[in-house]
């Protein structure tokens, strides 16, 4: 399937209400965008689904739903606050700033001057203040990854679950960065969600697991979708290993404007825990931590044998929402010359990401006993709970046909006097564009087959 180009994609997304530029009406804001009436559905459909495979479907994750907000101590010991950083350089001449890995033969992307600062560390994170009292003190950060307050939960996690390792703590939630340079549409923005799974395991299995949950990965993303060989798997270079991390696995995606990440898993070893811990000179961390002075937890497990206290390895798949959600429109956008000579846009979404499962349609708008007939259909179908069923009531059958191809509605419904007279309706799938006519006690098994896998 060919890629798209980044404009038919953000077209679509203005266009039929998928996503939008925030605070439009007052020029926006840059690198941050709005989820519409569609685009939330889709993305929350894409975090159901992860959340089923990662959570639901097995008995060694929990989950958890941690604050946004968060004590500077944490990002002290995790090493956020001197280590988060991206290289920026300034153009003397344009005043342009931008970061100094992205230029290309040391000139200015803006003006093209080569006329440069040499680049200097700035941190990516968001201050803000707590309380009425406005001092050097009273600052919090907004998380830069969701990561963080699951490490910081790790005790009371497995004090009440008495889970023992292997076992993960999953999260999905907001993340802030001052990225330098927001662009890409949803790809680099400023907030954006993170799916992350936190899993802990024995010093010495890490690599093992590391390897499984790259498998694991691959194939949660083929099944939303995305084309096996457009997935491609860099082992990251030791020289651009993120501070925590032994080894780190990115999974590249061909996007519209080029191959980037949508998805990194990390072994990132006991430095976490270890960082957060308590008593650290006692439990024979492995990894290079700052010494930490604050905690009141020790973030270890009591080996049964040894009875030694062990702090964990954490293997750490982190996907990005938004990103997510770029890669599954730009896989499931397609552009058609029917047999007629026309054109239909399709979004040729799997069913459990559509906004919209089904569009139920009288044949005429203003007739109330078809009308009346299609809104019970729709509530009935409503009331199964696989998903938002509208009743699309414009009088005109082949304009909702083309809107719910290009919103990615998997089926039609069109309710006509012949129902009224048989209890038959037809069923046009979006896909191939073929018609049934069947009657409306199938239409709860059609959709739970379309539905439940
Ligand atoms: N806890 C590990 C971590 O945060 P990361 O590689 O910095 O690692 C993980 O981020 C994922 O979050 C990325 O693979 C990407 O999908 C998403 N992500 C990171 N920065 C982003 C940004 N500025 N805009 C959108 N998504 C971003």
């Not at 803006?110 to 994170?125: I, Q, V, Y």
């Not at 964990?312 to 552009?335: F, T």
Request: charged content about 30%; overall charge negative; proline content about 4%.
């Amino acid at each position: 399937m060919p890629t798209q180009s980044m404009e038919q994609l953000v077209s679509l997304c203005k266009r039929r209400g998928f996503i939008f530029q925030t605070n439009e009406i007052y020029g926006g804001l840059q690198g941050v965008y709005d989820y519409g009436p569609l685009g939330v559905e889709l993305k929350e459909n894409l975090k159901k689904a992860w959340w089923t495979a990662m959570v639901y479907s097995r008995d060694d994750v929990e989950g958890l739903d941690a604050s946004i907000l968060t004590n500077k101590k944490v990002l002290k010991y995790s090493g956020h606050e001197d280590t988060f950083t991206d290289p920026l350089v300034d153009c003397k001449d344009c005043k342009n700033r931008m970061r100094a890995d992205h230029i290309k033969d040391s000139k200015c992307l803006h003006c093209g001057s080569t006329n440069l600062t040499e680049p200097r560390p700035f941190n990516l994170m968001f201050r803000t203040n707590i309380g009425p009292v406005s001092d050097d003190d009273s600052y919090a950060y907004l998380r830069p990854e969701t990561a963080q307050q699951i490490f910081t939960n790790f005790k009371n996690v497995v004090d009440s679950t008495s889970k023992s390792i292997p076992f993960g703590i999953a999260q999905i939630g907001k993340a802030f960065r001052n990225e330098i340079t927001p662009r890409n549409f949803i790809f680099r923005v400023r907030e954006f969600e993170q799916m992350e799974l936190e899993f802990f395991v024995k010093k010495g299995e890490d690599e093992d697991w590391h390897k499984y949950w790259i498998k694991e990965r691959i194939n949660w993303w083929v099944q939303q979708g995305v084309e096996k060989d457009k997935i491609k798997v860099l082992n990251v270079p030791q020289e651009e290993l993120s501070h925590y991390s032994k080894a780190t696995i990115d999974l590249m995606y061909e996007f519209p404007h080029g191959v980037e990440e949508l998805e990194g898993i990390a072994n990132r070893t006991d430095f976490d825990l270890g960082s957060h811990s308590k008593n650290q000179e006692d439990l024979d961390i492995t990894a290079d931590v700052l010494k930490n002075k604050d905690s009141n937890a020790r973030l270890a497990v009591q080996n049964i044998d040894s009875k030694k206290w062990e702090v964990p390895y954490v293997i750490e798949p982190s996907a990005g929402v938004d990103r997510g959600v770029l890669a599954i429109l730009n896989e499931s956008y397609k552009e058609e010359t029917l047999e007629n000579g026309k054109n239909r846009v399709v979004l040729a979404l799997k069913p459990h990401l559509s906004p919209i499962k089904a569009a139920v349609i009288p044949i005429k708008k203003n007739d109330s006993t078809i009308v009346d007939f299609s809104k019970k259909i729709k509530d009935n179908l409503q009331k199964l709970g696989l998903g938002r069923v509208v009743l699309e009531n414009t009088g005109n059958i082949g304009k909702s046909y083309r809107k719910h191809d290009e919103i990615g509605t998997p089926i039609c419904i069109t309710i006509d006097f012949e129902t009224l007279e048989d209890s038959t309706v037809t069923v046009r799938d979006r896909d191939s564009m073929e018609q049934k006519r069947v009657k409306v006690e199938t239409l709860d098994n059609l959709m739970r087959n379309l539905l439940v896998k």
